[in-house]
C-alpha cells in the first residue's frame, strides 16, 4: 500500500504526549476541584466544561490569537520558552490538553467524589500524610476512573479535527494528522486515502472503546 | 488523662442546638456516650479525633493541647495517635486484611505488631482477603486490628456493634473488652444500647441535646433513673371490645398482638389507631431465658 502514515503516526503522538500532560496535570486539579471548598468552584467547573459546548472553532480562533508571536502570550513562549506554538506540534499539544481537559477531569473527580469520606478520614486517624492517603488508598481505589480518564482523552485528542484545523494548518509531518488528511484526501478526490485513514482512525477507536468497557466490567464484577 | 471542655453548634432534624461538654477521662478508663441519635455524640468522637473542629473550649491529653479555640490550635488528626473505628469500618478495599493493617503502622514499627495482631484477633485464614469478600463481623476485627496497628493513645469506637446480629456481637464485645485490657488503652464509644454500655464500659455519659443529662457508673445510671419496678410499652390500639362489665383491647406492640383488659374509664377516650402506653407492675414477672 502506498498511503502515507505518517498522518496517523502523528495522530498518535499527539494523543499520547497530550494523554501523559492530562494526566500529570489533570488527576491533581480533579482531586483538588473534588475536595476544595473554595468559592470560584462553580466558576472553574463551567471554566472546565466549556470545550464540551463550544464550537471547536471558537477554541481555535482564540487560541491561534494566543499563540501568534503578536500576541503577548505567544511573544512570551517564543523569547522565554523558544516554543513555536502557532503551525507547529507544541502548540497542537497545548490546544488538545485544553480541549480534552473536560475528558481527564470529569471522570476523576467523579470518582474521587464517590469514594465514602471514611477512607480519607480513616487513613488520617492512622496517622497518613495527604500524599500517602492519595496515593495509596484514593488513588488505587478510582482505577475505573482513571482508566476512563486515561482513555476518553486519549480517543478525544485522536478525533479532533476543528481545533487542529484553526491552529495547525495543514503541515504534513508537523500538524496533518489523521483527521486532517482525510479531509485533505477528499478534497483532492483521493477517496481511497480518505477511506484507508478513516478505516484506521474508526478501528483503532472502536478497539480502545470496547478494550474499556470490558474492562470495566470486569472490574465491576469482581467488586461485586 | 484527657481535658475536655468544647463548645460546638450542631443542627439537627429537630433544630438547632449547641454541644457543650465538659469531661475528663482518665487513662485506661472505658467511657461509653449513651443517648438519642442526633444528640451529639458522634461530633465528640470526631472532635476528639481531629476529624471535626470545635467553635470554642479546649481538649488536652496527658498536659498536650490537641485543640485550644482561643489561639484557634488544632492539632491534625494525622499527629493525634486517636484510633478510630468507623462505622462502616472504612478499609481500604485496594490492599488486602495484612496490606491494610501493614499500612496502619507507625514508621519504624515493626511488622511483628501485625503479626501479632493478626494472631490475637484470630484473622490467620483471612489476612490474604480483600474486605469486599468479608462478612460485616469478619470487617470488625479488621478495623478494630487496624486501629490498634497503629498504636493508638487513644480508642475512639463509632456504634461498632450496630450492623451485626446478636451472637457476632457478643462475642466482638468480648473481643474489644480483651484488646482493650491487653493494651490498656483509653476507650471512648458511642452507642445505644444499653447492654452493650453496661457489660463494657466503667463510666457512662447519657448525653442529651449536646449536653451530659447523667453520669455514674452503668449500674447507678441505668438502675436509678429506668429500672423503676414498671414495664412500659408504646402501643397501637387495634380493636376495643365489650366483655361484660369491662373492655378488651388489642394492642400492637412492637411487632407482637397482646390483649389486655381495660376499664369504662381508661377507654373513654380511646379509638382504633390511638397511640398507648401499656404498662405494667413488675412484681410477677415471668422470666424465660431465649438462649440464642
Keep these: 500500500?502506498?498511503?502515507?502514515?505518517?498522518?496517523?503516526?502523528?495522530?498518535?503522538?499527539?494523543?499520547?504526549?497530550?494523554?501523559?500532560?492530562?494526566?500529570?496535570i489533570g488527576i491533581p486539579f480533579a482531586y483538588w476541584m473534588a475536595f476544595t471548598k473554595v468559592r470560584i468552584k462553580p466558576v472553574l467547573e463551567a471554566l472546565v466544561s466549556m470545550p464540551l459546548?463550544?464550537?471547536?472553532?471558537?477554541?481555535?480562533?482564540?487560541?491561534?490569537?494566543?499563540?501568534?508571536?503578536?500576541?503577548?502570550?505567544?511573544?512570551?513562549?517564543?523569547?522565554?520558552?523558544?516554543?513555536?506554538?502557532?503551525?507547529?506540534?507544541?502548540?497542537l499539544v497545548v490546544a488538545s490538553v485544553i480541549f480534552s481537559f473536560p475528558f481527564m477531569v470529569h471522570p476523576v473527580q467523579s470518582g474521587f467524589q464517590t469514594l465514602p469520606r471514611s477512607l480519607t478520614e480513616a487513613a488520617c486517624t492512622l496517622g497518613k500524610s495527604r500524599w500517602q492517603t492519595f496515593a495509596r488508598v484514593l488513588l488505587p481505589n478510582i482505577k475505573p476512573s482513571l482508566l476512563a480518564g486515561v482513555v476518553l482523552s486519549f480517543a478525544h485528542t485522536i478525533g479532533e479535527f476543528g481545533v487542529?484545523?484553526?491552529?495547525?494548518?495543514?503541515?504534513?509531518?508537523?500538524?496533518?494528522?489523521?483527521?486532517?488528511?482525510?479531509y485533505d484526501e477528499v478534497?483532492?478526490?483521493?477517496?481511497?486515502?480518505?477511506?484507508?485513514?478513516?478505516?484506521?482512525?474508526?478501528s483503532v477507536c472502536f478497539i480502545i472503546l470496547l478494550?474499556?468497557?470490558?474492562?470495566?466490567?470486569?472490574?465491576?464484577?469482581?467488586?461485586? | 488523662m484527657i481535658e475536655v471542655d468544647i463548645q460546638k453548634k450542631l443542627f439537627s432534624a429537630q433544630g438547632e442546638f449547641t454541644l457543650e461538654l465538659k469531661m475528663n477521662i482518665e487513662k485506661g478508663e472505658f467511657i461509653s456516650l449513651f443517648g438519642q441519635s442526633g444528640a451529639g455524640k458522634t461530633t465528640l468522637l470526631r472532635c476528639l479525633a481531629g476529624l471535626e473542629k470545635p467553635d470554642s473550649g479546649s481538649i488536652k491529653v496527658n498536659g498536650e493541647r490537641w485543640f485550644d479555640g482561643k489561639t484557634a490550635f488544632m492539632l491534625p488528626a494525622r499527629h493525634r495517635r486517636a484510633g478510630y473505628m468507623f462505622q462502616d469500618y472504612a478499609l481500604f478495599p485496594n490492599m488486602t486484611v495484612r496490606g491494610?493493617?501493614?499500612?496502619?503502622?507507625?514508621?519504624?514499627?515493626?511488622?511483628?505488631?501485625?503479626?501479632e495482631l493478626i494472631e490475637l484477633m484470630g484473622l490467620g485464614e483471612l489476612q490474604q482477603r480483600k474486605p469486599d469478600t468479608l462478612s460485616g463481623g469478619q470487617k470488625q476485627r479488621v478495623a478494630l486490628a487496624r486501629a490498634l496497628a497503629a498504636e493508638?493513645?487513644?480508642?475512639?469506637?463509632?456504634?461498632?456493634?450496630?450492623?451485626?446480629?446478636?451472637?457476632?456481637?457478643?462475642?466482638?464485645?468480648?473481643?474489644?473488652?480483651?484488646?482493650?485490657?491487653?493494651?490498656?488503652?483509653?476507650?471512648?464509644?458511642v452507642s445505644h444500647d444499653i447492654s452493650e454500655?453496661?457489660?463494657?464500659?466503667?463510666?457512662?455519659?447519657?448525653?442529651?441535646?449536646?449536653?451530659?443529662?447523667?453520669?455514674?457508673?452503668?449500674?447507678?445510671?441505668?438502675?436509678?433513673?429506668?429500672?423503676?419496678?414498671?414495664?412500659s410499652f408504646a402501643g397501637e390500639v387495634l380493636d376495643i371490645e365489650t366483655a361484660d362489665v369491662v373492655f378488651a383491647v388489642t394492642l400492637l406492640v412492637g411487632n407482637q398482638v397482646v390483649r389486655v383488659i381495660a376499664t369504662p374509664d381508661e377507654v373513654k377516650n380511646l379509638k382504633q389507631g390511638d397511640r398507648v402506653m401499656l404498662m405494667s407492675k413488675a412484681f410477677n414477672p415471668v422470666l424465660v431465658s431465649v438462649a440464642s
Design chain 2, 100 to 115: 491494610n493493617l501493614e499500612f496502619a503502622l507507625q514508621p519504624g514499627a515493626g511488622k511483628q505488631r501485625v503479626a
Design chain 2, 197 to 231: 454500655v453496661y457489660k463494657l464500659s466503667q463510666r457512662v455519659m447519657v448525653i442529651e441535646q449536646g449536653s451530659i443529662a447523667k453520669q455514674g457508673t452503668p449500674a447507678e445510671v441505668f438502675k436509678s433513673g429506668q429500672a423503676s419496678g414498671k414495664f
Design chain 1, 1 to 24: 500500500m502506498g498511503y502515507d502514515l505518517q498522518p496517523l503516526f502523528l495522530t498518535f503522538r499527539l494523543a499520547a504526549v497530550t494523554t501523559l500532560i492530562l494526566c500529570l
Design chain 1, 164 to 182: 487542529v484545523m484553526m491552529i495547525g494548518g495543514n503541515l504534513p509531518g508537523e500538524t496533518k494528522v489523521a483527521a486532517i488528511a482525510i
Design chain 1, 211 to 224: 478494550t474499556v468497557y470490558l474492562l470495566n466490567r470486569k472490574m465491576l464484577m469482581r467488586v461485586g
Design chain 1, 187 to 202: 478534497e483532492s478526490l483521493n477517496y481511497d486515502a480518505a477511506n484507508f485513514y478513516a478505516l484506521v482512525l474508526f
Design chain 1, 53 to 91: 459546548v463550544l464550537p471547536p472553532s471558537v477554541l481555535g480562533f482564540y487560541l491561534l490569537l494566543a499563540f501568534s508571536p503578536q500576541s503577548a502570550f505567544g511573544h512570551f513562549v517564543e523569547t522565554y520558552i523558544g516554543l513555536k506554538l502557532a503551525f507547529s506540534f507544541a502548540g
Design chain 2, 152 to 189: 493508638p493513645k487513644l480508642l475512639l469506637l463509632d456504634e461498632p456493634f450496630s450492623a451485626l446480629d446478636h451472637a457476632i456481637r457478643v462475642r466482638l464485645q468480648d473481643e474489644v473488652m480483651r484488646m482493650q485490657r491487653h493494651f490498656d488503652l483509653t476507650t471512648v464509644m
